[in-house]
């Protein structure tokens, strides 16, 4: 028996089958997909979708949940217009004891000067305060922070001989080694995330996670049935021998909490000039750094798949990603779906060789804005920026494409924009192409293709229902279309307005 019908909207089923009007569920997984009239719906719950289009729950394949709870729990400073503001939003959201957090101002915003001890200091003269910069490299502190946090000398800022309370690299990590959340600040931050997440339509999520407590906090709410996103664990490389000793293979699991993939790092970031590039960089000589150099990565890639697990590679730079591309050519891989997490710079031949392979490149559309003549891309590349997230040459070759938002932010909506008006003309997705990436391709990428990604009798009953069409309003207007309705396994579990 048909336990709830979703009417009322345009079905738009992502697995290459016609639109439809209508949904029946049961026990949370979709029986039928058609006309209203043609199900056998007697006594089921009606849910009316009032004109929305259902699209299956976006699967963001890249998060790091805790940085979003962070910034929901913190004070969020990101858009602050000034120090006055970033003071406002830091009272506003201290609780009165312990530290005071905000997250991610941007001095560019206003003048320039990154916030000082003494400007902090307004916040509270007694206890530590911290403002962590966007790029989180970069984190100031008032002079209760400064005593508490009793730094090296040498790694401390200082003006006319007294610090500045400015903190950068390790003095900067070592702030983020003192507020590392407790089990029940971690459970705060992923709660509260849960409903960011859910707001923008997302119903699973593949998060990595490094020696925290967010392993054991989203198993303890799906026990407690408090977990209504689907989460896939990525660890960090440094977990690989308590996963090999505890028998976890991937996709081992609930059917809301499973193990993933083995992450690390193979090269750093553009910004910082660390991605590894097969040439230098356009504006110095340096050609990046390896996090993982190419030997140790052979050996890693072997160790992961002869235990029956994923890899997922941070690899930006090309000659990262085909350093990638020759550690995974070594073993026979086929069955892990191995991944390749960013893959940004795609210069020669090293889109073939994705499409070759059976990597699925796991990459964030997000990313695009940085791609503008002047933007950083062209700083760090020059002409190669033309050569960065390749996103139709890649379909265009057969790779699997899944994407995902970073966090930066967290917003599939916002990504299949980027996707669609991507700076480069020549690289556009279509509205359906950017969407499956989102959503059965991103499920792909977990193994999760017979489960969710699609509306189609069998799976997950997890949908994201719009207000308006993204295959109408302006590719410009596709990141504010609300989400009206997030729906798992046949619950409603976010309404717009609600
Ligand atoms: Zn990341």
């Not at 000082?116 to 790029?135: C, F, G, I, N, W």
């Not at 009793?150 to 610090?163: C, I, Q």
């Not at 590894?276 to 890693?300: I, K, M």
């Amino acid at each position: 028996m048909v336990d709830r019908v979703f009417t009322n909207c345009e079905v738009r089923p992502l697995s290459g089958d016609d639109p439809a009007s209508a949904v029946a569920v049961t026990n949370g997984t979709v029986t039928a997909v058609g006309d209203p009239d043609k199900l056998s719906t007697a006594g089921a719950e009606t849910v009316d979708c009032q004109g929305g289009i259902l699209l299956p729950g976006f699967v963001d394949a890249h998060t790091h949940l805790d940085m979003v709870g962070r910034r929901a729990v913190e004070a969020d400073l990101a858009g602050a217009d000034g120090p006055d503001d970033c003071i406002g939003r830091l009272l506003a959201a201290d609780d009165g004891e312990g530290w005071v957090l905000g997250f991610g101002y941007d001095e560019s915003d206003w003048d320039g000067d990154l916030l000082q001890a003494a400007t902090l200091d307004r916040v509270s003269t007694e206890r530590p305060v911290v403002a962590a910069r966007e790029d989180i490299h970069t984190v100031s502190v008032n002079h209760a922070a400064l005593d508490a946090l009793d730094l090296p000398d040498d790694s401390v800022r200082t003006e006319d001989g007294a610090p500045t309370g400015v903190l950068v690299e390790e003095a900067a990590e070592a702030v983020f080694d003192a507020i590392v959340p407790d089990y029940t600040q971690t459970r705060e931050y992923l709660l509260a995330a849960q409903e960011v997440a859910l707001s923008r339509g997302i119903t699973a999520i593949h998060d990595m996670v490094r020696q925290s407590h967010a392993p054991r906090v989203y198993r303890d709410l799906d026990t407690e049935d408090a977990l209504s996103l689907r989460v896939r664990l990525n660890y960090w490389v440094d977990h690989l021998d308590a996963i090999r000793e505890l028998g976890l293979v991937t996709n081992h699991g609930s059917d809301r909490v499973r193990t993933g993939a083995i992450k690390t790092y193979i090269d750093g970031s553009l910004g910082a000039e660390t991605a590894r590039l097969r040439d230098p960089y356009a504006d110095s000589d340096s050609v990046g750094e390896w996090r993982t150099d190419p030997e140790a990565l052979r050996e890693l890639v072997s160790a992961v798949d002869d235990a029956g697990l994923q890899f997922a590679a941070h690899a930006i730079g090309d000659a990262a990603i085909d350093a990638l591309l020759s550690a995974v050519e070594s073993v026979d891989a086929a069955d892990e779906r191995h991944r390749v997490e960013h893959a940004e710079v795609l210069t020669g031949d090293l889109v073939e060789r994705l499409a070759a392979s059976s990597l699925v490149v796991s990459a964030q559309p997000n990313f695009h804005r940085w791609a503008a003549s002047g933007g950083l891309y062209d700083e760090r590349l020059g002409e190669r920026r033309s050569l960065t997230n390749r996103f139709r040459d890649l379909v265009d070759a057969g790779a699997q494409l899944a994407f995902g938002s970073d966090c930066m932010p967290l917003s599939p909506l916002y990504g299949v924009q980027q996707a669609v008006t991507a700076p480069e003309p020549g690289q556009r997705l279509t509205v359906d192409e950017a969407l499956r990436a989102y959503t059965s391709e991103a499920a792909y990428a977990g193994f999760d293709e017979d489960r969710m990604g699609t509306v189609t009798p069998g799976a997950a009953a997890d949908f994201a229902v719009l207000s308006a069409s993204p295959w109408d309003v302006p590719a410009d207007d596709i990141s504010d279309i609300p989400v009206s309705l997030t729906v798992s396994d046949g619950d409603i579990v976010f309404e717009f307005g609600q």
